[in-house]
């Protein structure tokens, strides 16, 4: 895999990421492409009038330098994603009377 999106015009933006080795190759290409075709589904939705935007994570630099030469703001983050070692035991759930957890089937 080269590259990926997600597209999410409810809220007026996206999310992607491109393979290290091919940045420097697609990054121009990539945003506006990504960014018309966003466009087109907020149009056959009708939601043009969502502001538009793209999550990068803090550590991202390179993709910080990149969407903002290309004219983005950064703003207030929406949320924050965090990370735990897998090495430590993970707690067991505790789980309020009546519910419980289980296997989709």
Same mark, same amino acid.
């Given at each position: ?5 997600? +597209?999410?015009?409810?809220v007026g933006g ?7 080795d091919y940045f ?14 966003? !466009? ?5 939705? $009708? ?5 538009? $935007? ?13 969407? %903002? ?14 990370? !735990? ?9 505790? +789980?309020p009377d009546g ?5 989709? %089937?």
């Open positions: 895999m080269v590259a990926w999106i997600i +597209l999410s015009p409810a996206f999310n992607m990421a491109i393979h290290p420097d190759q697609l990054q121009g290409d990539f945003l506006s492409q990504v960014e018309q075709h966003q !466009r087109q589904v907020e149009q056959k939705y $009708g939601l043009e009038d969502k502001p538009f $935007g793209l999550s990068v994570f803090a550590s991202d630099t390179e993709t910080i330098a990149w969407v %903002e030469q290309s004219g983005y703001v950064k703003e207030k983050h929406m949320y924050t994603l965090t990370t !735990r070692s897998l090495d430590d035991a993970i707690p067991e759930s505790q +789980l519910f419980t957890i289980r296997s989709a %089937e």
